[in-house]
């Protein structure tokens, strides 16, 4: 890298503080940082971000020394523990708590070892057995490191080992280069929200209906379609791929009750916080003319466009709800309020953009309907 890896800038922190906050936020209160090489600069961060040292004197045999020197400075007795390596920071905080999930129901069958894995691949940090420590204490140098004691327990005991599969690609990214860094510093910058490949995961935690799908797909080249409008004719930073993924997730609690707010708890456990604000809002949400437009309130009013599969008008998809329930006055006040709410957004887009809502879909051939 050409410097420490655990002191580079991620936002207003460092890499090791950002691995630190990350199990800190989980729950995980006995936090051991291992340092070796620049031992003292590691131990200023570790001390800054309130985790315990643990010095490897011998941190230039290799990576199995650091593992040793962690797990001998262990508070005891431990159930179990996390290993993770300082250059993959970007782990969302739903891997972790999919792991401890996972170890919690699987622990009366004797599991030793749960990986995280994304698109087949497994990746970091591993969740090992409590009852692995005295192992590895008794090993002091062991030829293939870790990976070589945990493949002789899988190869002796593949019903201790356990794949859990989470919706986060950063379980297998790693910062070796200046080149990696940079990409990293752009994965940190979109951690609130998943990638389309991502949300393939979060629908297998969480099923949507095939008729859902058709809608959330239309609702996000809507509600991308008026984000591009916007940054064209204004040159506004936001980020069309956060309406997609949002527009694509919005209805994924249908079917609960207050299933937006339902929906955004989801993603906000799962660690996608930006696309939780956005989802819980789609339903009902504070917005005034004047108000600045963001990927919410592009979410919002392209959920009021779509009908099912196919692009309606607000006026009429507003008008067939109010015919629905025209006998329940708190149903039909609030039904008028977000007809309203709908009708300004429309005109702020259309003036941000110069351009009629129509003209802005037309212009995107993938919007036609089915």
Known sequence: MGELKAGLRLGTSTVLEQCINLFRTCGVKDLVVVTGHQSEKTG???KRAGARIAYNPRFATGMYSSIHTGVSHLAKPSDGFFVLPVDIPLVRRGTVRLLTESYAAGCSGNVQIIYPTFSGKRGHPSLLSGGLIDVILENSRLDGGLRTLLAHIENEHPQQVVEV????????????????????????????????EECSTILKLHPMPEKGLVHGHLVARIAVALCLAIMQKDQRKLEPDLCRVCGLLHD????????EKEGGRWLRELGFGRAADIVAAHKEMAWQQGDVITEKELVHLADKMARGGKIVDIKERFAEKLALYQNDPKATRAIKSRHELAHQLAVAVMLATGQRLDDILTQAPTLCNP
Do not use: Q
């Not at 994924?252 to 299933?259: N, W």
């Open 165 to 196: 599969e989470v919706p986060d690609a950063n379980i297998l990214f790693d910062m070796d280069t200046p080149e990696d860094y940079a990409a990293g510093l752009a994965r940190f910058s979109r951690l609130g929200y998943p990638t389309m």
């Open 252 to 259: 994924i609690a249908k079917g609960h009750s207050s299933h």
């Open 44 to 46: 200023k961060i570790t």
